[in-house]
Nanobody, 115 residues
């Protein structure tokens, strides 16, 4: 059973930066893909970025050029570096892992972009 814990959320001004971390635990497991999703108030959860086992990385058009994901080998998880943040980036950000059999989700961390 994979457990995911996100951290690093908070309040940031427009144009600012924030780094989210996702720590994974639960014994030995093989990861097919890891990714970040977000859910803004009143909206459906949407995909932000993901990294597959082969190292390929993809980003949603809305964050391309501003967000960067990277593997955190020490924590067995995934980081999300967010730059040039906009008010529309305000959301709860979730980490998701697929271990070839099912998806696992964290509880999320809130990011608020506001002046």
């Amino acid at each position: 059973q994979v457990q995911l814990v996100e951290s690093g959320g908070g309040l940031v001004q427009p144009g600012g930066s924030l780094t989210l971390s996702c720590s994974a635990s639960g014994g030995r497991f093989s990861i097919l893909s890891m990714g970040w999703y977000r859910q803004a108030p009143g909206k459906e959860r949407e995909w932000v970025a993901s990294r597959r086992r082969d190292g390929s990385i993809n980003y949603a058009d809305s964050v391309k050029g501003r967000f960067t994901i990277s593997r955190d080998n020490a924590k067995g998880g995934l980081n999300l570096q967010m730059n040039s943040l906009k008010p529309e980036d305000t959301a709860v950000y979730y980490c998701k892992v697929n271990d070839y059999t099912k998806d696992y989700w964290g509880e999320g961390t809130l990011v608020t972009v506001s002046s």
